[in-house]
């Protein structure tokens, strides 16, 4: 019943905008920190920006300054502003739901939509 499905995805010039959303369901969405990950072709899954439940926020070095998270819990949805897009940037973004328990971390994936960013 855990559902995290992403949209927003596509086809981007450099330097353009992209609005990512992750709309969750089948858990408490606000006990959850939410992070967007992202995986390039023959690359590792990496973290690219996180938000935890007081909204605290974390990004990875290359997106500081151009990317944005945020959350909704009225909504149950997190997004990702990505602004000033380069082709690095392209890659299969994923949407994360965490709870933290003492020592267990637990996790839930969404499928991930593709962004591309080319000319």
């Known amino acids: 019943q855990v559902q995290l499905v992403e949209s927003g995805g596509g086809l981007v010039q450099p330097g353009g905008s992209l609005r990512l959303s992750c709309a969750a369901s089948?858990?408490?969405?606000?006990?959850?920190?939410m992070s967007w990950y992202r995986q390039a072709p023959g690359s590792e899954r990496e973290l690219v920006a996180g938000?935890?439940?007081?909204?605290?926020?974390i990004y990875t070095d290359s997106v500081k300054g151009r990317f944005t998270i945020s959350r909704d819990n009225a909504k149950n949805t997190v997004y990702l502003q990505m602004n000033s897009l380069k082709p690095e940037d392209t890659g299969v973004y994923y949407c994360?739901?965490?709870?933290?328990?003492?020592?267990?971390?637990?996790?839930?994936w969404g499928q991930g939509t593709q962004v591309t960013v080319s000319s």
């Open positions: 994360k739901a965490v709870l933290r328990v003492m020592a267990t971390t637990y996790e839930n």
């Open positions: 089948g858990f408490t969405f606000s006990d959850y920190a």
């Open positions: 938000i935890d439940r007081g909204g605290n926020k």
